[in-house]
C-alpha cells in the first residue's frame, strides 16, 4: 500500500498538470479531500497545486478561493510569494462577497502558510468580518480570532467589545443542555487572546469557563494544558470551584502527561499563584519518578523551578533519582539560567546533593560563567552555600574548577609548543644530513652505494639482521612514542597512563640497545677478519611527528662501534625521559 501511494503521489503532480483544464472548484475538492483524509501529498504535487490555483485566482469565486487557502494552510504548505502576494490582490477588493466561515477559513489558512498579510489587506479584512458578526457561531468566531492571531493583526478596542458582547450572545443562544463551547476551542481562544495582548474583562472569562466547565470530564491532557496555560498567559485566576473540578479531573491523567505538558501545567500552577493539593503532588512526582530519564536538561531545570515556587519538596529518593537523571546533562543540556534555576530550587527544597553531583554542577558553571547575567549570578552566589556541606569546602571545590580549567587550557598550549619544537628540531637536523651528503666526496658516495647493493644481494645475513633488527626496534620506540603522544592529548581520564606508556617504552628501548650491541659485536668480528672497513649507510628516517628519531650511525670496525652504538641508545633514552609527558592531577 505504501509502495503504491508513493508511486500515485508521484504520477499526480504529471496528472495535475495533465488536467490543466480542470476547474477551480475540482482543485478545492481535491485539496479538501486531502485534509479530510488527513494525508499530506508530496512537495512536487503541492507546488503543482500551488502553480495551478494561482492561475485561476482571476475568475475563482470568493467561497472557493478561502477554501482552497484553508487546505493548503491546513497542510502547512510554504505557499510560494507570487501566489501570496496575487491572492492579496483578488481578496483585498472582495472581502464583502464572502461568507463569515469563508473569511474565518481565509484568515486561519493565511496564518497555516505563515502568512502576514500587509496593513491595507488587514484593515479591509477586519472592516468586512466587523458588520457580520452577529451571524457568526462559535466555531466560526474561534476559528477568526485565531486566524487574527496567527497573521499578527490586533483589532482595535472597538473591534473586540463587539467580538465579545456577540461571543457571550452565541453562548446565551445555544440550546439548553448542550455543550457549546469545549475545553479545546476555549484554550484556542484564551491562547490568541495572550498571543495579541488582549485581555477581556473578568466577568467574560468567567462566564466563558463556566460554559466550559461540562466539558472538562471529556477533556485530554494536552486540551487541559493549553487550557490552564492560557489562563497563567492572560494572567486570570479562576475561581477555586472551577480549579477544584479541573485538578479532580487532571489528577485522573497524570499517567499520560508527557515531559513537556509536565512541565507546562506546572509552570501554569506557579504563575497562578494556585497551588494544588498535597496528595496531587505526591501521585504526579511518583509518576514522574519513574520517568525522569526521558526528561531533557531544560525539562528538568524547568519542572524543578516550578516545584520550588509551588512550595512542595519530593522525598529524598526522588531528589536522588534526579540528581542521576541531570548530572550527565549539566555540562550539555543545560542553560544557565537553568544551572540557576536548579542550583536555587534546590535551596529552597533545603536538600543538599552529593560532591559528585556539586563537582559536576561548579564544572558547568565554570565553563558557562560569560553565559550567566547579574541576577543569575547572584541567584548562584546566594543558593550554593546553602547546599554545600560547608563554606570551606566550596571555596576548595571552586579553586578546584579553576585549577582544572587552567590546566586544560595549558596542556592544549603546551602541546603546541612541543609541536612548533619538534618541527624545527627535524628541520634543522635535516638540513645538517643534507650539508654532509654535499660535503661528502665521489669515493665515499660510491662506496656507500656499493655497500648497500651487496646487502640487498646478500639478503638476510647477519648484517641484514641487524638493520632489520635496528629499524624494527627504531620503529617500535617511533609507535610507542606517538601512541603516547596521542594518549597526552586527552584531557581526562586517559592521561594518568602515560606512566605506564613510559615504562614500556623504556623497556622497548632496552631490548633494542642489546639486539644493537650484538649486530655490532659481529659486525665487528667480521670486519676485522676482512681486514677492511665499511660504511653502513643511516636507517631510513621515520615519518615526520614521530617523537623518537633514529640517528645515523656508521659501523668501523673494532671497538668502537659498539661504543658509538650505545652512546647513541643513551641519548634516545634522555630524549625520552625529558620528553614533556605531564602527570595531570584528576578530582
Known amino acids: 500500500r505504501r509502495r503504491q501511494r508513493r508511486q500515485q503521489q508521484q504520477q499526480q503532480p504529471l496528472q495535475l498538470e495533465a488536467q490543466a483544464g480542470c476547474s477551480a472548484v475540482a482543485l478545492a475538492n481535491m485539496l479538501w479531500s486531502c485534509v479530510v483524509l488527513k494525508e499530506r501529498p508530496g512537495p512536487g504535487w503541492l507546488a503543482c497545486a500551488d502553480t495551478c490555483l494561482q492561475a485561476r485566482l482571476p475568475g475563482c469565486p470568493m467561497p472557493v478561493l478561502c477554501t482552497c487557502t484553508f487546505a493548503l494552510g491546513a497542510m502547512r504548505h510554504q505557499a510560494s510569494p507570487q501566489l501570496l502576494e496575487e491572492l492579496e490582490v483578488h481578496t483585498k477588493d472582495r472581502m464583502h462577497e464572502g461568507r463569515p466561515i469563508d473569511l474565518a477559513n481565509l484568515a486561519s489558512g493565511c496564518a497555516g502558510m505563515q502568512h502576514r498579510p500587509s496593513g491595507p489587506w488587514a ?74 495582548n488582549c485581555r ?230 635535516g638540513a645538517e644530513t643534507a650539508a654532509a651528503a654535499a660535503t661528502a666526496g665521489p669515493a665515499e658516495v660510491a662506496a656507500w652505494q656499493s655497500g648497500e647493493q651487496g646487502e640487498k644481494e646478500r639478503g638476510g645475513g647477519s648484517d641484514g639482521n641487524w638493520r632489520g633488527r635496528t629499524h624494527s626496534s627504531a620503529d617500535d620506540v617511533s609507535s610507542s612514542s606517538a601512541g603516547g603522544r596521542s594518549q597526552s592529548r586527552e584531557v581526562e581520564e586517559r592521561d594518568v597512563r602515560g606512566d605506564v606508556y613510559q615504562a614500556e617504552g623504556l623497556q622497548e628501548q632496552e631490548q633494542g640497545q642489546q639486539q644493537g650491541e650484538a649486530g655490532a659485536h659481529r659486525e665487528a668480528n667480521r670486519s676485522n677478519r676482512n681486514g677492511t672497513e665499511q660504511e653502513r649507510s643511516p636507517p631510513q628516517r621515520p615519518q615526520l611527528g614521530s617523537r623518537f628519531r633514529t640517528v645515523q650511525c656508521f659501523v668501523v670496525g673494532g671497538g668502537g662501534a659498539a661504543e658509538q652504538q650505545q652512546q647513541q641508545q643513551q641519548q634516545q633514552q634522555q630524549r625520552f625521559a625529558s620528553s614533556p609527558r605531564k602527570l595531570r592531577v584528576h578530582f
Not at 446565551?172 to 457549546?180: K, L, N
Not at 531528589?319 to 542553560?335: C, V
Not at 544551572?339 to 527544597?349: G, R
Open 200 to 429: 477581556p474583562d473578568i466577568s467574560w472569562l468567567e462566564e466563558c469557563l463556566a460554559v466550559s466547565q461540562r466539558d472538562l470530564s471529556r477533556a485530554g491532557a494536552s486540551h487541559l494544558v493549553q487550557l490552564v496555560s492560557a489562563l497563567a498567559a492572560l494572567r486570570f485566576r479562576p475561581g477555586s470551584a472551577w480549579m477544584q473540578v479541573f485538578l479532580t479531573v487532571s489528577f485522573q491523567r497524570l499517567a499520560f502527561y508527557s515531559p513537556d505538558q509536565v512541565v507546562a501545567l506546572l509552570q501554569a500552577f506557579a504563575r497562578l499563584g494556585h497551588r494544588p493539593q498535597g496528595l496531587w503532588l505526591d501521585e504526579l512526582s511518583s509518576k514522574v519518578q519513574a520517568r525522569l530519564q526521558q526528561f531533557n536538561g531544560e525539562q528538568l531545570a524547568g519542572m524543578m523551578g516550578a516545584l520550588a515556587r509551588l512550595r512542595y519538596a519530593p522525598d529524598p529518593d526522588w531528589l536522588a533519582d534526579f540528581e542521576r537523571a541531570s548530572q550527565s546533562r549539566l555540562t550539555t543540556e543545560i542553560s544557565a539560567g537553568g544551572l540557576a534555576t536548579i542550583v536555587w530550587a534546590l535551596a529552597e527544597m533545603k536538600h543538599q546533593p552529593a560532591p559528585g553531583w556539586l563537582y559536576s554542577f561548579m564544572l558547568a558553571a565554570y565553563r558557562q560563567l560569560d553565559m550567566f547575567d547579574a541576577m543569575q549570578l547572584g541567584i548562584v552566589f546566594e543558593a550554593l552555600p546553602r547546599v554545600s556541606p560547608h563554606p570551606s569546602w566550596l571555596d576548595e571545590l571552586v579553586q578546584i574548577c579553576a585549577t582544572e580549567s587552567s590546566m586544560r587550557e595549558r596542556s592544549i598550549s603546551s602541546w603546541c609548543e612541543e609541536e612548533e619544537e619538534e618541527m624545527m628540531d627535524w628541520q634543522g637536523e
Open 123 to 196: 484593515a479591509a479584512y477586519l472592516s468586512a468580518v466587523l458588520p457580520k458578526l452577529r451571524g457568526y457561531s462559535i466555531p466560526e468566531l474561534q476559528r477568526t480570532l485565531c486566524g487574527l492571531a496567527g497573521i499578527g493583526c490586533k483589532p482595535d478596542d472597538a473591534w473586540l467589545s463587539k467580538y465579545y458582547n456577540t461571543f457571550r450572545a452565541a453562548i446565551a443562544d445555544a440550546p439548553p443542555g448542550t455543550i457549546s463551547l469545549s475545553v479545546a476551542q476555549m484554550g484556542l481562544m484564551a491562547s490568541a487572546l495572550a498571543r495579541l
